[in-house]
């Protein structure tokens, strides 16, 4: 086999953290991104350049403040302690965080443009039939929005398989726990082991450009069907 058993942990343990990232993070952003879409707060734009940090940011910056707050002497690794947990540093839980935050802009701003793009029409037509707001949000705005969950979703999913350097600075490289598969090419690399670097990484091109492909091809869909 091409794939080592812990080549093939590793894919496995990066697969589980994108799925539960992605789970998590349209859950989370989707009521954000609803109110983003449609509040008139005048300060919005720092909410909306606090989501977007982690575009700018440097990973490893990001990654050695998650390290400080998760650690054993961070607020949430003292609470952890506290409450007779243990820190949630070099933990795969640790990992799902890390990415969630990390990850964070790929979806909300997705979901923020379809939410937007909806406009208040339809939802208003719906109130004259005497929706309530839950009815309209969920009979006319999420089907309408639903080429940004698939992009949000997708999006969200392809970012947190390529992460590293969050990754590795809150998780460490762990077989089995936290050594996710960039971590693991990193490593086969560094060990001038390339054809399983090739493997890995092949891997991992193969699904980006899976997902993508399902993104393009459902939105030209959705606008065909629109049309």
């Known amino acids: 086999m091409m794939l080592s058993p812990e080549d ?23 009521p954000l991104a609803w109110w983003m879409a449609r509040t008139r707060w005048r300060y919005r734009y720092l909410l909306e350049a606090v989501v977007a940090l982690p575009l700018v940011l440097p990973p490893t910056v990001l990654g050695f403040y998650l390290l400080v707050m998760l650690g054993a002497h961070g607020p949430v690794g003292k609470f952890m302690t506290a409450i007779g ?16 935050i990390y990850s964070l802009p790929f979806v909300v701003q997705p979901l923020q443009n379809a939410f937007a793009a909806v406009g208040p029409r339809p939802l208003e037509v719906a109130a004259t039939l005497r929706a309530s707001p839950l009815d309209r949000f969920f009979t006319v705005a999420v089907p309408l929005a639903q080429p940004g969950f698939v992009t949000a979703a997708v999006l969200g999913f392809a ?31 560094e060990n ?4 399983h670097a090739h493997w890995l990484a092949g891997i991992l091109i193969a699904v980006s450009f899976v997902l993508l492909a399902v993104v393009y091809g459902f939105n030209r869909r959705f606008r065909l069907l629109q049309s």
């Open 8 to 30: 093939i942990s590793a894919l496995v343990i990066t697969l589980k953290l994108a799925v539960l990232t992605t789970l998590i993070l349209l859950l989370l952003t989707t």
């Open 85 to 100: 947990g243990q820190p949630l540093a070099f933990t795969f839980a640790g990992l799902v965080i890390g990415s969630v």
């Open 159 to 189: 970012h947190t398989l390529g992460e590293f350097g969050v990754v590795l600075m809150i998780g460490g490289n762990i077989p089995g726990e936290t050594r996710v598969a960039s971590i693991a090419i990193y490593d086969h690399v």
């Open 192 to 195: 001038l082991d390339y054809l």
